[in-house]
Every structure is written in structure tokens, then in C-alpha cells.
């Protein structure tokens, strides 16, 4: 059979035996016909192509452009094209079986520096103490200033930020329980300004259960409502608002850390990252620390 009715033969199975949906099967047709097409052009075909022949259509995607994640795709559609080969007995062996996936390079994430939080927490709370803002304004100047103080403070999930619950609050606001992904709680301590934060706030908090209420039908504040306050005070700031965001700041929180000489394993526990390698895309700061170091210290580097 030629390429053509193996990928339709392949496909049928994918929808009869898979269940596969529509675009599910699209995307399969438009992979392995490109597949196919690069190995008719060499004078090969699916029953013929060997690991050279593959890894040389994905350095061909490579040279053409196209993302690793694309690629990556469309090697998986090859992977179970192969697979299904081989147990059809169309063919004796599967050549994807060891071929790696193409792999995205992680782009490092955001940063402000410190200066700008500093910026953004200082104007933060000079806007509570405006004399020309009414009652109501002042109150949510400082609800703002409390979630920009506990985010940088704690490096916490927006989601977890807005969703604190009043009882989370610990040891005379020296710590906050915070429950993570998949329900699991830490407790993560809180700076002298974000403890001296929590009090001031809840000072003026009426009772309830959340510690930022809202009138919505969760009960507290959302995630888009805070990072559309979080943008305004960003511009106020004369700060780019294209920069900033909730997760901007969990960024800057670690990466901050780390640059001071936090361990990685110390903020892994404070992010909630249940894996490190989640962890080391901060790894880039101490590259750049320890580069410095040897700048400024190896007898050979210069002056």
C-alpha cells in the first residue's frame, strides 16, 4: 500500500477503535501527510523510512522554522503512525522508538527589579493616606497594598492569594496557612511589613470568612479584579503595565530570593512547587550571581 492508504488506514483506526475526534483526525491527516510527502521526495515511503530518514524530517522542520512544540506534535503523530505500523505487521520494527522529542527552550520568566516593587508598594500605600479619597477608596487602596504586600512577600499562586480565608492568618500574622494545588497546605512566614500589613487590615475588616471579601458569587475577590487593580497602581507607577501582573511578582519574589542567597530548595517549599525543576527556571539568577563572583574574585579575571 502506499503512504497515502496506510495514513487512511491509520486514521479509520484512530476514529473506529479510539474514539478520535474530528480534530483529532485533522490534525493527524495534516501531519503524516506532511510526513509523507518529505519521504516521497527523497524516494522513500513509511515502510522504508528509518531513524535517519525521520531525524532528518524533524532537522528539516528545524531548519524551516517551525517551533519545537510544533514539531514535538508532529512527531508524536509519527510515534503512534509507526506504532500502529509495526502491530499491523505492515512493517517488523517502529524507527521513532529512540528518537527524542524535540524539546521548547523554557523562556525566562518576567521580572521587576527591586526598585520597582519598591515603587509600586510605596505609591501602594501612600494612596490609603490620600486626603482628597473617599472612605470607600481608601478601603480598597488598602486591600491593594495588603495583596501587593503578601504577594511579594510569600511568592503565593494568585489563586491562593485571593482565596485566603480569615483563619489563615497565624501566630499574631507571622505566618499565613496557604492551601496550594491539589489541596495541600503550607505555611509560609510573612515579612515585618506584610505581618505590620495584615493587622493594620484587619483592623478594619468586617467579620467573615475570607480576608478579601467581595460581593460576587465566590464570596471573595477574583483574580481578574486583582490584576486589573494591580495594572492601574502599575501605571500610576509610571511602570509599563504590559509588565506587570499577579504572576510577575511571584517571579520577582523568587528570583529576588534567590539572587540574595535564598537555597533553591527553600524556595521550592515557599512557591509549593512540588517538583525542583519547576524551581530551576529562577536557576538563570544564580548563573548570573556566580558569574559575578568569579568576575570579582578569580586572581585571573580582569580588572
Known sequence: MSGGHLVDAFLEMMSAE????????????????????????????????????????????????????????????????????????????????????????????????????????????????????????????????????????????????????????MRDASFLTVRGKGGKERIVPLTDRARDAVKAYLTRLEPGVWLFPAGGESGHLSRQVFARELKGLAGRAGISVARVSPHVLRHAFASHLLAGGADLRVVQTLLGHSDISTTQIYTHVLDEKLKSLVEAHHPLAEG
Open 18 to 169: 479510539r474514539g478520535a475526534a474530528k480534530n483529532t483526525i485533522d490534525a493527524y491527516r495534516l501531519d503524516l501527510g506532511d510526513y509523507c510527502g518529505f519521504l516521497a521526495r527523497r524516494g522513500s515511503g513509511p515502510t522504508a523510512a528509518g531513524r535517519e530518514q525521520v531525524t532528518e524530517y524533524l532537522a528539516f522542520l528545524e531548519a524551516e522554522g517551525i517551533a519545537a512544540s510544533s514539531s514535538a506534535r508532529k512527531l508524536s503523530s509519527i510515534r503512534q503512525f509507526h506504532k500502529f505500523l509495526a502491530a499491523d505487521a505492515v512493517r517488523g520494527d517502529d524507527p521513532t522508538r529512540i528518537i527524542a522529542s524535540p524539546k521548547a527552550r523554557r523562556s525566562l520568566p518576567k521580572v521587576l527589579s527591586i526598585a520597582e516593587i519598591d515603587r509600586l508598594l510605596s505609591l501602594a500605600e501612600a494612596e490609603i493616606e490620600a486626603p482628597e479619597v473617599s472612605e470607600a477608596e481608601r478601603a480598597m487602596a488598602g486591600r491593594l497594598y495588603l495583596l501587593l504586600e503578601l504577594l511579594y512577600a510569600t511568592g503565593m499562586r494568585v489563586s491562593e492569594l485571593v482565596e485566603l480565608k480569615r483563619a489563615a492568618v
